[in-house]
């Protein structure tokens, strides 16, 4: 039953994944043209183990090493929430769970389809593993490094199957499991080590055969902070309040990662900035991170446009004008990447005492940015990440040659 089980949703799970590739093919072209040619196997190999070996150095302190295993396994949470759909298996899982099967072969079929869904992540944790026994990462003993690595993809692993199951109390142990592997990482390399690194593995399986007395206290507590809690938008206008309900409920995952990302665009390009020491290379960063993040803010039209379309006969009756959801639309996407914005303009309007008008005709152009890339957004079609990178490259060009 496992083996039949496995292959269906495999099946469903690259079906499902073969169309968002093929419906956003251009993105991964472009993603492409970065990846600088003439590159040499090792040279690729460690730049792809660097992130994930800056986290795992012995010597640091432990909340040193805590907060980036915490912040690994939330990237590895929102990176399966976004595909949660693909991973459940689809409309056959209502099926499915009506079916004689144990708890133990459904979590043996997650895992399995956890496994391939992870592939992207799971890269530098391969090269990290092929590069470490050549001893090219420094002192520390390899086979020390490689369990580590070994127990921290398996924290990630369980995390993730947690968060499947949504068991959100299972999640709270996975808090003291990287502190335990924290400590291991932060003493040279003993006993001790070896058993700590034992230890944060035991404490993140323990939710396999454990009930945690927290589950039913989140259940009822948490869950109404979380997306889709009824107080959650309470302070938001109504209409501004069903479009993030609709954003949070619908799509938790992807909006998580999306709002990540335009908030670490931001933080990076303040820290090339001042790695640049606010010279003349300052504002033309300040352009690209402001262009990005347009970028990626704009793709919650979709999201919103989509959450419309089933309820257009209701939304038609309303007393209304005719651009009325358009105008909201655009509105709270302004608004959505008016954080990120102040975030990253600050600097530059303290550290290189760059003009008011100048500060605010960027900002000013940021707002029409986020507004013209609803056209392509709602209205392009297969081609809307083309022409919205087309549209945002457009005017990153057309702002560095004004404040020049």
């Not at 469903?12 to 956003?24: F, I």
């Not at 655009?330 to 530059?348: E, K, Q, R, S, Y």
């Not at 008008?357 to 940015?369: G, S």
């Given at each position: 039953?496992?083996?039949?089980?496995?292959?269906?949703?495999?099946?469903?799970?690259?079906?499902?994944?073969?169309?968002?590739?093929?419906?956003?093919?251009?993105?991964?072209?472009?993603?492409?043209?970065?990846?600088?040619?003439?590159?040499?196997?090792?040279?690729?190999?460690?730049?792809?183990?660097?992130?994930?070996?800056?986290?795992?150095?012995?010597?640091?302190?432990?909340?040193?090493?805590?907060?980036?295993?915490?912040?690994?396994?939330?990237?590895?949470?929102?990176?399966?929430?976004?595909?949660?759909?693909?991973?459940?298996?689809?409309?056959?899982?209502?099926?499915?769970?009506?079916?004689?099967?144990?708890?133990?072969?459904?979590?043996r079929a997650d895992l399995s389809v956890l496994l391939p869904a992870n592939s992207l992540l799971l890269v530098p944790v391969v090269a990290l593993v092929i590069v470490a026994p050549t001893g090219l990462l420094g002192a520390t003993a390899p086979p020390f490094l490689v369990a580590t690595v070994c127990v921290m993809t398996g924290l990630v692993l369980l995390a993730e199957l947690a968060a499947l199951e949504r068991q959100l109390g299972a999640l709270l142990i996975f808090g003291p499991a990287d502190a335990l592997l924290s400590w291991g990482l932060s003493r040279p390399v003993d006993p001790a080590s070896w058993l700590a690194l034992s230890g944060a593995l035991l404490i993140g399986a323990s939710f396999l055969v454990l009930r945690h007395p927290l589950q039913r206290w989140v259940r009822r507590r948490v869950t109404q902070s979380l997306p889709g809690g009824p107080r959650l938008f309470s302070f938001l206008p109504p209409v501004w309040r069903i479009q993030a309900q609709a954003l949070w409920v619908r799509h938790p995952g992807g909006t998580t990662l999306r709002t990540a990302s335009v908030f670490a665009l931001a933080l990076a390009a303040d820290w090339l900035m001042q790695k640049f020491a606010f010279d003349a290379r300052a504002l033309p960063t300040a352009i690209l991170g402001m262009a990005a993040i347009a970028l990626i803010a704009s793709g919650l039209y979709r999201i919103l446009q989509s959450a419309h379309r089933p309820v257009q006969p209701y939304?038609?009756?309303?007393?209304?004008?005719?651009?009325?959801?358009?105008?909201?639309?655009?509105?709270?996407?302004?608004?959505?990447?008016?954080?990120?914005?102040?975030?990253?303009?600050?600097?530059?309007?303290?550290?290189?005492?760059?003009?008011?008008?100048?500060?605010?005709?960027?900002?000013?152009?940021?707002?029409?940015?986020?507004?013209?890339?609803?056209?392509?957004?709602?209205?392009g079609g297969r081609q809307a990440v083309l022409l919205g990178v087309i549209l945002a490259g457009t005017w990153s060009g057309a702002a560095m040659a004004v404040v020049r």
């Open positions: 039953m496992y083996r039949y089980l496995t292959l269906l949703r495999l099946r469903w799970y690259t079906l499902a994944t073969g169309r968002v590739l093929v419906r956003h093919w251009q993105g991964f072209v472009l993603a492409g043209t970065l990846v600088p040619g003439g590159m040499s196997v090792g040279r690729l190999l460690m730049g792809l183990v660097y992130p994930l070996l800056a986290a795992l150095q012995v010597g640091h302190d432990v909340l040193w090493h805590w907060w980036r295993l915490v912040a690994i396994q939330g990237l590895a949470l929102a990176w399966v929430m976004v595909q949660r759909r693909h991973i459940d298996g689809g409309a056959f899982m209502a099926y499915a769970r009506s079916l004689p099967l144990s708890v133990n072969q459904r979590r939304l038609h009756a309303l007393p209304l004008p005719k651009r009325f959801w358009a105008l909201q639309d655009t509105a709270f996407v302004a608004a959505f990447g008016a954080l990120p914005l102040a975030i990253l303009l600050a600097p530059i309007f303290i550290s290189l005492n760059a003009s008011v008008d100048t500060t605010l005709a960027l900002v000013l152009a940021y707002f029409v940015l986020l507004a013209l890339l609803r056209l392509p957004l709602v209205h």
